[in-house]
């Protein structure tokens, strides 16, 4: 059985987005509870401006309260050079570092161009590399709801110019749900050619009801790594337009129902994300947790089993 890992991001790219500001101790208890499901890793906050990003003020709190478990990275958002100080008290195992492949984005997003942002983000890996493992999560991957396409290509040289400064990990993101399977496949038949070794995680929205069939033509390339957020939640606020991420539990309960192993736990999780609307005070997109797995059953009709008998 081929293994998929997943990051649950709803913590973060789950939150950042939401009206109302989720308390420190629910932030806490949900990250406690996402724990014990089997995640490979929980990206639990983002240490950018809190004008910015109101709801994740937290960050440090948060970090500070959670209860850690092994086998489960804890990685968090940074921005820039302040956020990594930051970040670095709270001892995260890993610094998720962002910039976007589309320069009107980045300028939205980051206040930045992407020279800059790279420059910047160099700086953080040249200073805290060697005490914490560095992913880059490349935004707008599949295109930009400003700028339209991105070509492959440039996609391909950022990747290259991070991982010639040894960051361990990239994740292609597709901010805006703007990819299609096909050109999905592409990508990850080229990444995982290019950047053998390297720790690849796909990041889909559903935006425009893609998601799933892109995590299967990422799966199908190769790809065993995928940012999921529970309930579906998310979205950047600095990306017009844009919704929630692929919601976790649906895509752990398509691939588990293909055979793969996923590490998770559904009977814990499902109970998690039924909660979730509690939390943020709506209801969110996910579908399993309305309808049930596959696997759970409903009786049949009375008149049914009478015809049945009828018949037999
Ligand atoms: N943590 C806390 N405060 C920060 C910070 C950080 N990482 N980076 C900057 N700040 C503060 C500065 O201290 C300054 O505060 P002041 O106004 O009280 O003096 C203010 O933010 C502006 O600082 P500046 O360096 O001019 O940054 P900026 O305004 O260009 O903003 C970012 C840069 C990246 C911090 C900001 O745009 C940001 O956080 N964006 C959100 C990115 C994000 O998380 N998007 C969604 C996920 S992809
Ligand atoms: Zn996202």
């Known amino acids: 059985m081929k293994r998929i890992y997943f990051n649950e991001v709803v913590m973060r790219d ?36 809190a004008k910015a990003i109101p709801m994740l003020r937290d960050a440090e709190e948060v970090m500070g309260r959670i209860q850690r478990h092994s086998g489960v990275e804890y990685t968090v958002l940074v921005p820039n050079m302040r956020g990594a100080e930051r970040a ?47 992913n880059v999560s490349l935004s707008t991957c599949f295109g930009c709801p400003m700028e339209g396409g991105v070509p492959q ?46 720790q690849l995680t796909l990041h889909f929205h ?26 579906g939640l998310g979205g950047c606020p600095y990306a017009p337009g844009a919704s929630g991420n692929i919601c976790s539990e649906d895509a752990i309960h398509m691939l588990d129902a293909m055979g793969f192993d996923t590490g998770m736990d559904l009977n814990r999780l499902l109970p998690i994300a039924r909660d979730l609307p509690g939390v943020v005070g709506h209801s969110v997109p996910g579908q399993v947790a309305k309808s049930g797995r596959i696997s759970d059953l409903h009786p049949a009709l009375p008149s049914v089993t009478s015809l049945k008998k009828e018949l037999s």
């Open 88 to 134: 670095l008290e709270s001892r995260p195992d890993e610094f998720n570092l962002v910039m976007s492949m589309s320069e009107t984005h980045n300028l939205a997003n980051l206040r930045m161009t992407r020279e800059n942002s790279f420059a910047a983000l160099r700086e953080v890996i040249q200073r805290f590399g060697a005490q914490v493992p560095i």
């Open 153 to 198: 290509q440039e996609v391909l040289e950022w990747a290259s110019r991070f991982t010639d400064l040894g960051v361990r990990g990239l994740t292609i993101c597709d901010t805006t749900g703007m990819a299609q399977p096909a050109q999905v496949a592409q990508m990850c038949e080229v990444l995982r050619q290019r950047f053998a070794g390297l």
């Open 14 to 49: 789950g939150f950042q987005m939401e009206p109302e500001f989720v308390p420190t101790d629910t932030k806490v208890a949900l990250t406690d509870a996402l724990s014990q499901c089997g995640y490979a890793k929980i990206e639990v906050t983002s240490f950018t401006s």
């Open 206 to 231: 559903n935006t425009r009801g893609m998601g799933l069939a892109n995590v299967l033509a990422a799966v199908q390339s190769g790809i065993d790594r995928f940012d999921g957020s529970l309930g």
